[in-house]
T-cell receptor, first 114, second 114 residues
Framework: AQSVTQPDIHITVSEGASLELRCNYSYGATPYLFWYVQSPGQGLQLLLKYFSGDTLVQGIKGFEAEFKRSQSSFNLRKPSVHWSDAAEYFCAVGATGGYQKVTFGTGTKLQVIP | KAGVTQTPRYLIKTRGQQVTLSCSPISGHRSVSWYQQTPGQGLQFLFEYFSETQRNKGNFPGRFSGRQFSNSRSEMNVSTLELGDSALYLC?????????????FGQGTRLTVV
């Protein structure tokens, strides 16, 4: 079965600084990979996804993520963080084939300071 | 297009009682998944229904059950509530099932057990 690890529980960055949120997965083949964001009191919203092809994927709100097979990683990045980016971010991995469910990481809470 | 609707938004129940949560998916979506979200545990997968059939089930006790109706609406039931069941319960709908589908989340039902 697949699994996903987000090693950082909390991250604090200054507004305007760059951001990188880490995500590592475990799966025997190339999985489907997702990043979701959850604002306070809200459900999760998809930021971006990777299925195949170009390993650098662009998402909404200026986010991007890079799939690195050799490191089993799918880190989320943003060059300049805005105060509105403060939220919790979840990495998720989906297995290929059949009725496979998507597995979510435990999340990284992002705090943005002025 | 209306999003995923979960009702009620907030619930307070007493230990030993039972509770039913409701989820109306996006029109045309046939898959509904349920998650339990608690601080530090991330999203714990409960179960997934697709075309009225349970396709996947997480590691939760039998007190947690669900069903899906022919119009794709889903309900989740928790019997004999325990204090540890206090959580945000999220419903997600998808057009299909499998590891590559994007999930669209509702805002959740906040359950407090006292």
């Amino acid at each position: 079965a697949q699994s996903v690890t987000q090693p950082d529980i909390h991250i604090t960055v200054s507004e305007g600084a760059s951001l990188e949120l880490r995500c590592n997965y475990s799966y025997g083949a190339t999985p489907y990979l997702f990043w979701y964001v959850q604002s306070p009191g809200q459900g999760l919203q998809l930021l971006l996804k990777y299925f195949s092809g170009d390993t650098l994927v662009q998402g909404i709100k200026g986010f991007e993520a890079e799939f690195k097979r050799s490191q089993s990683s799918f880190n989320l990045r943003k060059p300049s963080v805005h105060w509105s980016d403060a939220a919790e971010y979840f990495c998720a991995v989906g297995a290929t084939g059949g009725y496979q469910k998507v597995t979510f990481g435990t999340g990284t809470k992002l705090q943005v300071i002025p | 297009k209306a999003g995923v609707t979960q009702t009620p938004r907030y619930l307070i129940k007493t230990r030993g009682q039972q509770v039913t949560l409701s989820c109306s998916p996006i029109s045309g979506h046939r898959s509904v998944s349920w998650y339990q979200q608690t601080p530090g545990q991330g999203l714990q997968f409960l179960f997934e229904y697709f075309s009225e059939t349970q396709r996947n089930k997480g590691n939760f006790p039998g007190r947690f059950s669900g069903r899906q109706f022919s119009n794709s609406r889903s309900e989740m039931n928790v019997s004999t509530l325990e204090l540890g069941d206090s959580a945000l319960y999220l419903c997600a709908s998808s057009p299909g099932t499998g590891g590559r589908v994007e999930a669209f989340f509702g805002q959740g039902t906040r359950l407090t057990v006292v």
